[in-house]
């Protein structure tokens, strides 16, 4: 494995008893059960015996708190950029689950027109680009040492695909990206290539509240 890696993680279980999409809504912070998956995630990286030079992440709160146990373990301050952020999403606030999910409402259907860019929020080309510029920038910035960036299911599935080449466009019900999981990469001149994919949390996973996301 390369001498120097990033490291893409997803922020843990977040306290959602509505069960809606919260996207960038404000107030959304980690459960119990997510603070655990947080402290799994760090475990992880800091049992690799891998040095971490930068530990970067998403201004939200959930992806703060993820960062705080790796800032811990690693004796690391928390960078924040705005560019790993959750996407906008027109169904902010609204049920995102069972019957009375709001894409099941036919009033809300006018949202759906275009699933390819997509139509109820920031397009997947939006993206990848953000995460792709902000992955540069921190590789760029750390002459030594793995970087790791805290951030969220939908952007980090939008580098896994722009990165491997494949189509942007997608079902958000497949992606492969489980709470507080760990999606590594390497640059090798101007082109990244992943090469792991961890689920320190899998443990935690099967009970877990995972509805939020955009």
Not at 11 to 28: D, I
Not at 44 to 61: H, N, T, Y
Not at 169 to 176: D, F, I, Q, T, Y
Request: glycine share 6%; proline share 6%.
């Amino acid at each position: 494995m390369s001498d120097k890696l990033l490291h893409l993680v997803r922020h843990g279980e977040v306290h959602n008893p509505e069960r809606v999409l919260y996207g960038r809504l404000p107030g959304y912070q980690l459960s119990e059960r997510g603070h655990a998956m947080a402290e799994a995630a760090a475990l992880e990286l800091a049992g690799s015996d891998r040095i971490v030079a930068r530990l970067i992440a998403s201004p939200l709160e959930r992806a703060q708190q993820s960062a705080r146990p790796i800032a811990s373990a690693l004796n690391l301050e928390i960078a924040t950029d705005e560019r790993i952020i959750e996407p906008t999403n027109a169904f902010e606030g609204l049920k995102n689950t069972g019957a009375e999910a709001a894409f099941r409402q036919p009033r809300h259907w006018f949202r759906l027109w275009n699933p390819l860019r997509p139509s109820w929020g920031e397009p997947y080309r939006q993206i990848a680009a953000r995460m792709r510029e902000a992955m540069d920038d921190a590789w760029d910035s750390a002459r030594d040492g793995d970087i790791v960036m805290v951030s969220h299911q939908a952007p980090i599935w939008m580098a896994h695909l722009d990165i491997a080449g494949r189509p942007l466009a997608h079902n958000p019900a497949k992606r492969r990206c489980e709470l507080s999981s760990i999606t590594s990469f390497e640059r090798r001149g101007e082109r990244w290539f992943e090469v792991e994919y961890r689920t320190p949390a899998a443990g935690l996973v099967d009970d877990a509240v995972d509805v939020g996301a955009v």
